[in-house]
């Protein structure tokens, strides 16, 4: 049996980027990115046609249509290192426009379990985007994304807020929660109060280094998410996750029709 050759650099003709398993041609220009493996195949099945493409380690790839665009899935794990390594894989394969669709919480009262946050910009609490840009650089969403997305919300009706999200590298005490032996620095002690005060609208983990690579590679690049948590109230449930991804998938064949009529023009 041949065996199947894998390639970390721009993958010629019959290769496969190294992690995502994925040939020249096998994904479409347009890549929803979910960070759980579970979602990926959530949003596949909402697709009028999807396919199987490929799994390897958290990456796990769909094709099909929805509402006659192709489009594909690729989930990522969690946090800014894994999704670094999609991104730059797939912009290899072509792919120019990614909207990630994730869970987050909510730093601000009003901001509801349930709703969703359509990101407007990330404030770099990560690490995996200093290496691609200094700090002052903007991890901003793209405009033609980020006003696809709002137009997919209002147009399905689902409560949905914009603001700025703010990624961190950890789960627990980067996010001022307790870690093991109910170990917090003392600097995260007003971890909620601080991030509050910045006006963030959310908090998760992958939002920056997306927007700060495609930004830097001239890329599309835009979030939304489902809000599971509000800190301010302690309130927390796996909800809204349904409205994300259609609102991700309806904002894709927004861009997709956009791009075939200035295409034309």
């Known amino acids: 049996m041949e065996q199947k050759r894998i390639s970390a650099k721009q993958p010629m003709h019959g290769e496969a980027v190294y992690h995502l398993g994925i040939k020249q041609g096998e994904i479409p220009p347009y890549v929803l990115l979910p960070g759980d493996v579970d979602r990926a195949e959530k949003i596949a099945l909402s697709w009028d046609e999807q396919r199987f493409l490929n799994k390897r380690r958290e990456f796990v790839?769909?094709?099909?249509?929805?509402?006659?665009?192709?489009l594909g899935v690729v989930s990522t794990g969690i946090g800014?290192?894994?999704?670094?390594i999609a991104v730059e894989e797939l912009a290899r394969l072509g792919v120019h426009t990614f909207v990630r669709v994730g869970s987050c919480g909510s730093v601000k009262r009003e901001i509801k379990v349930g709703d969703i946050v359509i990101t407007k910009a990330a404030a770099r609490f990560d690490g995996a985007s200093l290496s691609y840009a200094p700090l002052g650089y903007p991890a901003v969403s793209d405009p033609e994304v980020?006003?696809?997305?709002?137009?997919?919300?209002?147009?399905?009706g689902v409560r949905y807020h914009?603001?700025?999200?703010?990624s961190f590298d950890t789960f627990y005490v980067g996010q001022g929660r307790p870690g093991f032996r109910g170990y917090l620095p003392r600097n995260s002690a007003t971890w909620l109060e601080d991030i509050s005060s910045l006006?963030?609208?959310?908090v998760e983990m992958e939002a920056a280094t997306l927007l700060t690579i495609?930004?830097?590679y001239g890329l599309?690049?835009?979030v939304v998410c489902a809000v599971y948590a509000n800190r301010v109230t302690d309130e927390f449930g796996e909800e809204g996750e349904k409205d994300a991804i259609n609102v991700g998938n309806e904002a894709i064949k927004i861009l997709t029709e956009r791009d075939l009529k200035g295409a034309k023009t």
């Open 199 to 202: 006006n963030i609208s959310n």
């Open 220 to 222: 599309r690049g835009g």
């Open 80 to 84: 800014g290192p894994a999704v670094s």
């Open 162 to 166: 914009v603001g700025i999200t703010a």
């Open 61 to 70: 790839s769909y094709v099909g249509r929805y509402k006659g665009c192709k």
């Open 214 to 216: 495609t930004n830097v």
């Open 146 to 156: 980020y006003r696809a997305l709002v137009e997919a919300a209002q147009s399905l």
